[in-house]
């Protein structure tokens, strides 16, 4: 008898037969669908900004549709847009990039899969500290190179040099760090990413930087760019950046990549033949962005400042939680492992059963390796949270009764 799998005409790639679905994708597709069957959902499943692009932004891609930018672009992006991101760089980090070291980017997800595509090897080790960002993971296997995660709980996922030192081997090729989080909120304090970078330059590796959540700190963290560090530590390392988060920006698909020119002249191969370059509109956009008024980026950053103050102190308040305060971006990551000593064993069956039984949407933390936590974004209304905690507190109390 013949299997199913015989029976299917398609003989896929083993790379992409390895790859996970995206769990946070997933988490905003299963609110939807609750939400549409009427159901009243809390979501705090979305890695995305609540709030609208700003209208400032929103005339710039008015403006360059009207004037015809609606035409490929070279494929690193236009000149202002490179110069938009070299002039951002260079006030804010006082580092200028050449035009031959920038590139626009549909999303900061494609600059990450142009570094990591143009870069690694069959077998290479692509070293990811825990915990990680769901994609980056998934990247490295469809280059066909193998994730290698570094422990940080007892550090409080506080990332340190020592920590990266004992997964390194033969075969390590790329570090890929992403400060601040997704999911953990923690921030490397520049001393310490500095240590890092000076790792990775004695083994003769390489770094990636993911800054999407890069202006998203809150004091005492301080905003840190990898661009700051020195010249000569600066040799290996490739930035990846976005206008997603910063700028409420997730739908327009724009980012960027800084990178060492051998480097971006590999990235700017893979991007011509994909996507050839980012989107024309969505360009003029993102210039917008980084060379308009910044009052938006600032009000965004005080609704998150109070939104988080208030989450942390309630779920300080919900048996069976606990949480560190996160330094960076718009999650909390509260550990639930008190609530999985009855019924409910794992982090994916919490999120499940809260979804069902309160209609409340958290990501599991086993999806970004990090089974015994949550993941709850606040890039949601002050209302929202309320009703939420509510139902994370009814829910916990029920699961530690169990
Ligand atoms: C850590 C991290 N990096 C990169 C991205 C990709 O952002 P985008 O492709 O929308 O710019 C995300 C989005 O959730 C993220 O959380």
């Known amino acids: 008898m013949m299997t199913s799998r015989a029976a299917s005409p398609f003989s896929l790639s083993d790379n992409v037969a390895r790859m996970k679905p995206s769990s946070t994708l997933a988490a905003m ?6 939400r549409a069957a009427g159901a009243d959902v809390v979501d705090f499943g979305a890695g995305e900004p609540d709030f609208d692009t700003p209208e400032n932004i929103k005339g710039a891609a008015e403006q360059a549709m009207r004037a015809g930018q609606t035409k490929y672009t070279p494929t690193a992006g236009t000149r202002q847009f490179q110069d938009a991101i070299i002039n951002f760089y260079e006030n804010q980090f006082g580092t200028r990039y050449e035009r031959s070291e920038v590139m626009g980017t549909s999303g900061g997800k494609q600059a990450l899969f142009n570094a990591v595509v143009s870069l690694v090897n069959r077998g290479d080790e692509v070293v990811i500290p825990k915990p990680y960002w769901v994609t980056f993971p998934e990247i490295a296997i469809l280059a066909g190179a193998k994730p290698v995660f570094v422990e940080t709980e007892d550090t409080g996922f506080s990332l340190r040099r020592e920590q990266i030192e004992l997964v390194l081997t033969d075969r390590s090729k790329l570090v890929i760090l992403n400060s601040p989080s997704n999911p953990s909120g923690r921030v490397i304090p520049p001393e310490e990413f500095h240590r890092i970078m000076e790792l990775v330059a004695d083994r003769g590796l390489y770094v990636i930087s993911d ?39 997730t739908g327009w698909r724009i980012g960027y990549a800084l990178a060492p020119a051998d480097w971006m002249k590999a990235m700017l191969k893979v991007q011509g033949h994909s996507t050839s370059n980012p989107n024309s509109i969505a360009q003029q956009a ?11 980026v600032a009000s965004m950053l005080a ?64 999806a970004f390796g990090a089974e015994g936590y949550i993941r709850v974004s606040y890039a949601t ?7 939420g905690v509510e139902r994370i507190r009814r829910f916990a109390r029920r699961l530690l009764e169990e």
């Open 381 to 387: 209304s002050m209302e929202q949270l309320r009703e």
């Open 29 to 34: 597709q299963a609110a939807d669908a609750l």
């Open 303 to 366: 609704e998150y400042t109070a939104r988080r103050a208030w989450l942390l102190a309630a779920l300080k308040e919900v048996p069976g939680l606990s949480c560190n305060e996160p330094e960076g971006a718009f999650y909390a990551f509260p550990n639930v492992t008190e609530c999985l000593k009855g019924k409910t064993k794992t982090s994916a069956e919490f999120a499940n059963r809260l979804l069902t039984e309160e209609q409340t949407v958290v990501t599991e933390g086993a």
């Open 211 to 249: 800054e999407c959540y890069l202006r998203f700190v809150y004091p005492p963290a301080t905003v840190f760019s990898a661009a700051s560090l020195p010249a000569a530590l600066r040799t290996r390392l490739c930035i990846a950046g976005s206008f997603s988060k910063t700028y409420a920006m």
């Open 286 to 296: 993102a210039i917008e962005a980084f060379n308009g008024p910044q009052e938006s």
